[in-house]
């Protein structure tokens, strides 16, 4: 299996320490043996917009996926996987599409 942990942190560090404090990260841990999720630990560590979820047992996708659906307070959710990169704008730039445009789903 291909190890995630080096490109773990281009989905979250692409990420900039001021993108607007509307933006909420919400991380879970689905046990995955990639080592992944500590590295993002690592760079959201004091960042009070990251919310971190713990799966007991690997579960799969949907499951985690639910469970941080449940755990979101936002208005629109964006899943994005340890090995995808987003620009750094990429949350703003969505968020502002979604308001002028009114739509309720976008993809990109």
């Known amino acids: 299996m291909?190890?995630?942990?080096?490109?773990?942190p281009l989905c979250g560090i692409s990420q900039r320490p001021d993108a607007p404090g509307y933006i909420e990260y919400i991380f879970v841990d689905?046990?995955?043996t990639?080592?992944?999720i500590d590295v993002i630990r690592g760079v959201f560590a004091n960042d009070p917009r990251a919310v971190f979820i713990e799966n007991s047992v690997n579960i799969g996708p949907g499951p985690s996926r639910n469970a941080g659906m449940d755990a979101a307070?936002?208005?629109y959710l964006s899943f994005v996987d340890p090995d995808d990169y987003?620009?750094?704008?990429f949350f703003e730039l969505l968020y502002g599409r979604a308001l002028s445009e009114g739509g309720n789903r976008f993809f990109c």
């Open 30 to 32: 689905d046990r995955g």
């Open 73 to 75: 307070g936002g208005e």
């Open 86 to 89: 987003v620009a750094p704008d």
């Open 2 to 8: 291909e190890s995630r942990a080096g490109r773990a």
């Open 34 to 36: 990639d080592g992944a």
